[in-house]
């Protein structure tokens, strides 16, 4: 049976039809062309497919795309405004935040929910929020700092 | 992975979700548990009923007695309330020991206690808490003293098509005097072993003590010969050493690839004792 959904994605609303038991990410993905949203585990472990759901960071592998109708939807597409990085698109740009690049969308979109409710994060702080994102080349050492770059930014420009 | 198909139907009241009940219908949560299992093809549903969306069953209200924490609140809701955080620290502190942030922004206490992962931290906190769990179904409405909730492996008291409403957590001495001590398997960060203990304290001298123990055996339980043992005493470590010998009395301990029995008993007993040297 196939359902209508209605899901604002990045400030785009989208009409669609899916199936009970398709996954957000397949939605993101398939439906809409947003890439840039990747499933690493597909088992709800690496937080490569954190996107936001009504401004809170979830797993969308572990998400049916039923579930986003009537919602608003945050992808790492959505994060830069008129062409200009976010901060933290920025942060892990000038601290070498990434190698290969396939966790960094869900680093930033788990890191942009972190700083929203935590401006100025400790180091531990953010390693905790970054429990469930898995970097397989990092270390993490870098992507501490890429938030770190980014939580000074934030700051400065509403201070 | 991709489940096998189901219908899928979505609730914007607790009565409009019972009406839609069926006996091949499930309800469907923050997700957390069925989604992952429905993937895996471990389980199979014929429909789901989606409950995420009904607004009255997320809050967490404090009352004069006690404080009501809907079925449907979020880990991470729980995690970051202030009246829970002094009406029962031990909440806040497990809240936040549950998998990870975005585990958190999905996942629901009503949903984990209807699952019952021996490995699951709610049942322990609720049971050293003395919770009462607020059911209803087609017919009305009844409350569980959460000593009788938890009956086995994955099994508790709702019958099927029953929802979980609210948890009320009591406003007690010892619920304002509790800890959560947690070891974690690695990958997961469920429990291999989760101790929550809860003591009303006369000066240095336990009046009234609550411990609830997740991980050990195949349901959370009262070590109720230790609780017992430790009244009237003060929690120094000779007496807490004393006590803790009868912690895996009567129940059947789990062992796994993770920790084997012997290894998790040793661990339920060093993250007791941790958790009582905690209690003021
Ligand atoms: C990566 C990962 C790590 C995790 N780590 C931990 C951890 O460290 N500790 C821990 O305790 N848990 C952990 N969990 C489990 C998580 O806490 C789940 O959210 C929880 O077990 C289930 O809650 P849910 O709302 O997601 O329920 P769902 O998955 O939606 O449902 C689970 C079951 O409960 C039923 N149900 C749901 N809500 C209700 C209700 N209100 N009334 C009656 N029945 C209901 C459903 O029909 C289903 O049978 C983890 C999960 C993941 C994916
Ligand atoms: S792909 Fe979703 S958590 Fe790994
Ligand atoms: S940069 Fe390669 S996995 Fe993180």
Excluded at chain 2, 241 to 267: C, F, Q
């Amino acid at each position: 049976m196939k359902n209508k959904i209605s899901v604002n994605v990045n400030g785009k609303q989208y009409e669609g039809e899916v199936e009970g038991r398709e996954l957000l990410v397949n939605f993101l993905r398939e439906h809409l062309s947003l890439t840039g949203t990747h499933i690493g585990c597909d088992t709800s472990s690496c937080g490569a497919c954190t996107i936001h759901l009504n401004g809170h960071a979830v797993k969308s592998c572990t998400v049916l795309a039923v579930q986003a109708d009537g919602a608003e939807v945050t992808t790492v597409e959505g994060l830069a405004t008129n062409g200009e990085l976010h901060p933290i698109q920025e942060g892990f740009k000038e601290e070498h935040g990434l190698q290969c690049g396939f966790c960094t969308p869900g680093m930033m979109m788990t890191a942009v929910d972190l700083l929203k409710s935590n401006a100025n994060p400790t180091e531990h702080e953010i390693r905790d929020a970054l429990e469930g994102n898995f970097c397989r080349c990092t270390g993490y050492h870098n992507i501490v700092k890429s938030i770190q770059y980014a939580a000074k930014k934030m700051n400065g420009a509403t201070a | 992975m991709i489940p096998i198909s189901f219908n899928y139907k979505k609730a914007s009241s607790v009565d409009e979700a019972l009406s839609l009940m069926t006996d091949d219908a499930k309800i469907l949560g923050g997700g957390h548990s069925l989604i992952p299992a429905l993937k895996l093809r471990l389980n199979s549903v014929d429909t789901l009923i989606d409950i995420s969306k009904i607004e009255n069953i997320k809050g967490i209200n404090d009352n004069a007695q006690s404080v009501t924490v809907g079925g449907g609140a979020t880990h991470a809701s729980i995690a970051s309330n202030s009246a829970l955080a002094k009406a029962a620290p031990m909440m806040a502190e497990a809240a936040h020991t549950i998998g990870d942030r975005q585990v958190r922004n999905m996942g629901t206490i009503g949903g984990s206690i209807a699952h019952a992962d021996p490995a699951a931290d709610w049942p322990a906190v609720l049971l050293a808490s003395d919770a009462n769990v607020v059911i209803k179904n087609k017919t009305g409405q009844r409350e569980v003293d959460i000593d009788q909730f938890f009956t086995g492996f994955y099994e508790t008291a709702l019958a099927d098509g029953e929802i979980i409403t609210a948890i009320r957590i009591p406003k007690t001495a010892y619920n304002a005097n509790s800890v959560y001590e947690k070891f974690k398997q690695p990958a997961s960060r469920f429990a291999i072993v989760g101790i929550a203990a809860a003591a009303e304290m006369d000066g240095n001298v336990v009046k009234a003590l609550r411990i609830g123990v997740t991980g050990l055996a195949e349901v959370a339980f009262r070590p109720m010969e230790v609780e017992k043992e430790l009244i009237g005493k003060e929690l120094t470590e000779a007496n807490i050493d004393a006590a803790l010998g009868t912690i895996a009395n009567g129940v059947s301990v789990m062992g796994d690839h993770y920790a084997s029995e012997k290894y998790r008993t040793h661990l339920a007993k060093v993250y007791t004792k941790r958790a009582l040297l905690r209690l003021k």
